[in-house]
């Protein structure tokens, strides 16, 4: 309790601010509004023109253009950002990338129109714009988009001495590095050494001996899924980024491998409640309705198979009414069950804990749970059916059903995740729609099956 | 597809070796063993026994317990953490945890039952031991618990050749720093340097000189999870904690932080889907079948009010068994809508996008697109009502009855995690369960009400 207080009261102080800056905004007051702003983080900066209403958010632009620098276009989410460049004067936006790393540069550029693209190629100079014109021919999603091409290194012979040395005079180091990187003649990184190291070492030591064992490469084409893995697996801070011949050719940092995971975790929950990928809480009416229609269009056509069953028996229902009252309890439980074992399965692929290596055991024992915790349920709910009915054969095929049903569920909850993976298509894509109709489609037909052949 | 094709090699290549490493551990080859294994990073250790069935881990440990340190103790879920310690030898526990630092000891110590904490804490020394014991007065999931307390300080007016001279005398430096933190007399922070400033400056430079912009503190006490949140806002690499009295007590790194956002999205993941918090891919049946007993139970109450407002209209049902067969498609249509709004919802309050400020717009944004989004599937269903059964009187109660679902599914979905993270309970705990049930009490109430009012 005490955390989400603390929390309720950061809120209260944000929201106080927000409210103060819309004053200032209305009342054009530009004075009052930069001495609101100006404080502010670039990543709160961002959340703020996030969080604003569209008609907010362009007189804010208007009045305080000046304000928004590269950092802030990186915060941004990629939902309004081509919309805030679009509002700033072109000087605003050439002087606001030019202040960035290339790698930031290649993010904002990915999600813009080409008429956007132009704009902000044109205000680089020239060595960056060709940098990021390389960044840009690696594939959407790679390493080679998510590297920053400024990398320190040094030969693999020198000494603590002449790195130290290399650095103090060195010109345009970038923002942030970790480590000095040691590339043969032929520019191959063979080994680095974090900078913790090369502080504590003695002058004269050689920079080979001091080379830390957590080094690995990635290559430029690798997915930016699996270099977030290995960040993560292996604990990393920067990893060299090499090309097809082995050459070094950037680095990646740990803040952009963890950004990364986070925008994959997000698309999986997301693929698993059906909402477009891209989705987001800035968009308005007209781009939610199109990241939701197609799921519930899917759900449509499923869920009119289950009532294609359910119209099998329509002569068991009009016999014995009260099925039809028990047939959400079949659909809930079958429901909930199979989002159980469906998100584990998804879950543990995602975070590769389930593998060729115990997948058996894992759909084994999401069986057994499902006949157990079948038939825990089917004993209470039998019981509540014959208590209320007082017909006790109606309680056998509730009972009976929902063994069936959580069977199912939990089964298809791992089965067609996993087969997903196999085929090569995201596991979170099988989402409550297939899986829960598979489950709802069985369970009514075992349900209204064994109702016809006990009850009628 | 190559993404993915790639993954599905990388995992025919763990399969292989898994297999290998079953064999020798049947086999009792030691030597063989020792082979496949050593070269294993320890994370992937760790991985490969959480993969493991028991038998064959108790199997693996008898044999190589001497290969099991302190990174793979640290690296294993917590759900067979115990059972790993348990297995090993004492000595071999007491080796592997004096080579790790406080905080990964705390880490460990934390999820163990007391024996086992016993067994560990006596194995430290007992400058460590102190360490730990004071880590673990920190309340659970705090920046306390999380910190290490190896840190690297400089007096504020020190220079940067001081610095050098300093940590290249220094014994004892933790194994991973990025920030010289400079602390006045009374060991308060009062700002950082990079290594990489340290390095890349002259030695007579004033360390107060060259400290970053970026430069915060977290107290002590402050939750784990406001703490991930400001290094994945913040894009910081280390943070100094302090305690009650502004006090200089540790620090935390980004890997650390990274490790809390990732447990936290599995939290809000497994919380949406209504299984318990630590669940994991390696628990047997009976942990599994504890962890989904309880939501399942939930939801057979709730799906019993929601048979119970069915129930009522038994009559109509009798009259027009058609209806029957139509429920499964207003419970699936609102069951969908209600888990895109609801995950949406809890996501954006997760990464605080959704707060005070915009929260009255994105109610009303899930209004305006339930709406539609009802109109578009009422029109679409009751069109192919009317083709079916050729009742227009039944497409009219379909279609009217869908607009109804969407609208409530997506408000309460939005309504009711907005509500619970007001109250201060964690709004991934709205999950399925509730908003759904609300969602179909309503609907098949409108739905048998409306056909009862317009059909009978």
Redesign the interface.
């Known amino acids: ?1 005490d ?6 009261d950061e ?2 102080v ?2 106080d601010r ?1 409210a103060a800056i819309l004053h200032a905004v209305e009342a054009g007051d530009i004075g009052r509004l930069t001495g609101l702003m100006a404080p502010l ?1 670039a ?2 900066v961002a ?2 023109l ?4 569209p008609h907010d958010r362009r007189a804010l632009l208007a009045l305080w253009s000046g304000g928004i620098d590269g950092d802030v276009l990186s915060e941004l ?1 990629w939902s309004i950002r081509e919309e805030v460049i679009d509002a700033l004067p072109d000087a605003v936006v050439a002087e606001a990338v030019r202040t960035l790393d290339t790698d930031d540069v290649v993010d904002i550029l990915e999600d813009l129109e080409p008429e956007g693209q132009e704009k902000i190629l044109d205000a680089l100079e020239v060595a960056d714009r060709v940098a990021v014109e390389q960044a840009l021919a690696f594939p959407e ?1 790679s390493a080679g988009r998510l590297m920053q091409r400024e990398v ?1 290194i040094a030969p693999e012979h020198w000494t603590v001495g002449d ?2 040395d290399y ?2 005079a ?1 010109e345009n ?1 970038p923002d ?3 480590h000095v990187i040691l590339v043969d003649p032929r520019m191959k990184p063979v080994g680095y050494v ?3 190291r ?5 002058r004269d030591v050689a920079l080979r001996a001091i080379t830390e064992d957590s080094f690995r490469t990635v290559s430029a084409t ?2 930016e ?2 270099v977030a893995y290995m ?5 990393l ?1 920067s990893c060299p980024v090499v090309d097809a011949g082995g050459r070094l050719v950037g680095v990646i940092t ?2 952009d491998a ?1 950004n990364v ?2 925008e994959e ?2 698309e ?3 693929r ?4 477009g990928d891209e ?7 007209w781009d ?2 199109k990241a ?2 197609p ?3 899917i ?2 056509v ?3 198979i ?3 069953v ?2 099998q028996f ?1 002569a068991t ?2 016999q014995v ?9 079949v ?3 079958g ?3 199979a ?2 074992s ?3 399965a998804v ?2 692929l995602a975070t ?7 997948a058996w ?2 759909v084994r ?2 069986l ?2 499902g006949l ?2 079948g038939m ?2 089917a004993i ?2 039998a019981g ?1 059916a014959y208590a209320l009915f007082g017909a006790p054969m109606i309680g056998a095929v509730i009972g009976l059903a929902l063994i069936i049903t959580l069977i199912v569920a939990a089964l298809a909850g791992i089965v067609v995740p996993l087969a997903l ?2 085929l ?2 995201d596991p979170a894509l099988s989402s ?2 297939f899986v ?2 598979l489950t ?1 489609v069985i369970g ?1 037909f075992a349900f209204l099956g064994l109702a016809t052949v006990m009850l009628t």
């Open positions: 309790m955390e989400n207080l603390a929390i309720m809120d209260e944000h929201a927000v983080h990543a709160d959340d703020l996030e969080q604003m209403d989410d999603g320190v790195a130290i650095l103090r060195a180091l942030q590095f970790y974090t900078l913790g090369v502080l504590s070492a003695r690798d997915p899924g699996d960040f993560n697996q292996y604990h801070i740990i803040d963890m995971l986070d975790h997000e999986d929950l997301l698993l409640a059906g909402v989705s987001s809480i800035a968009d308005g009416v939610t309705m939701r229609l799921w519930l269009a759900s449509l499923t869920a009119n289950a009532a294609l359910v119209a329509e229902i009009a009414v009260v099925l039809a009252a028990l047939m959400p309890i659909a809930a439980m429901g909930n069950a989002t159980q469906l998100t584990v879950r543990a590769r804990d389930l593998t060729g290596a115990n055991r894992v024992r999401e057994a749970v157990l915790n825990a349920f209470v709910m509540a993976d196999r090569g298509f409550g729609t829960i109709t709802d009514f």
